[in-house]
């Protein structure tokens, strides 16, 4: 276990992560927990977010679990107030539900297009916008979890190509209105990571992972721990003068460096 989520340094703080059931968001989680938070995870499954809660309690963390689809506005409030009336005041807010698939412009539906906004953007919003009157302010700290399709066109990504850079301007414009408040806004966009279902989807055979290994300068997938570590650093103190950051953590595969050429995430 690294320093930073060793030594308590949110101790006493509570954290509220909206996509936790799994992948990074769940991993995230499990930092603010062993860094010293008290967790709320929320996503549409009661089952799956339940056991994901399960999980972090069975390793000796406090936690709850709360079913809540973030596209429904009233269902986030209603987690978020469930949260603070289990806990108190809320200093930590991950919006990291998300939704994706591969997909040509031309085969791509209206329908599935929406999609994918919804969750992302949509869902982006409703969490952050929800959590503010739950916030402990001044000293609040929220994330999003943006990717490299924000700001870097990709074939076959137009709907979270679309979504992301919206996700990437919510929270730009939320870190400019609340900063005056005291509360810090910031994004992290991971790169390729490993055991995640987006790598297994981008990457099905040994060969297109070879491949895709030597596109990034660093050679290598990241780990979950990796935007761990980041988001436990953007909620503490040494973070305390960054907010309205998009912040890349991916071995430099955003560069277009290493043996190939263009972004791998």
Request: with cysteine; aromatic share 4%.
């Amino acid at each position: 276990m690294s320093t930073a989520l060793r030594d308590g340094v949110l101790a006493g703080k509570v954290a509220f992560v909206a996509g936790g059931s799994s992948g990074i968001n769940l991993g995230v989680a499990q930092g603010f927990a062993e860094a010293g938070a008290k967790l709320a995870l929320i996503s549409r499954s009661a089952e799956r977010i339940e056991a994901a809660a399960a999980q972090l309690r069975a390793a000796g963390h406090e936690a709850i679990g709360l079913a809540a689809d973030v596209r429904d506005f009233a269902a986030v409030d209603r987690a978020l107030a469930a949260t603070r009336e289990r806990y108190g005041e809320i200093d930590i807010v991950l919006s990291g539900a998300a939704g994706n698939f591969v997909a040509p412009a031309l085969d791509l539906s209206a329908n599935g297009f929406k999609t994918v906004v919804d969750i992302d953007l949509l869902g982006t919003f409703n969490v952050l916008r929800a959590s503010f009157q739950y916030l402990r302010r001044p000293g609040a700290s929220l994330i999003s979890i943006t990717a490299g399709q924000a700001v870097r066109p990709m074939a076959n990504q137009i709907h979270a190509c679309a979504a992301k850079a919206g996700v990437n301007m919510v929270t730009k414009c939320l870190a400019l209105e609340w900063g005056p408040l005291g509360v810090r806004v910031n994004a992290i966009s991971p790169g390729p990571i490993a055991d995640t279902e987006g790598m297994r989807r981008l990457t099905p055979t040994p060969e297109i992972e070879a491949a895709l290994k030597r596109r990034i300068p660093l050679g290598t997938y990241g780990e979950k721990r990796d935007i761990a570590e980041l988001a436990v650093f953007l909620c503490s103190e040494g973070a305390r003068y960054i907010t309205g950051s998009i912040l890349d953590c991916d071995g430099g595969s955003g560069l277009g460096g290493g043996s190939g050429v263009g972004p791998a995430s």
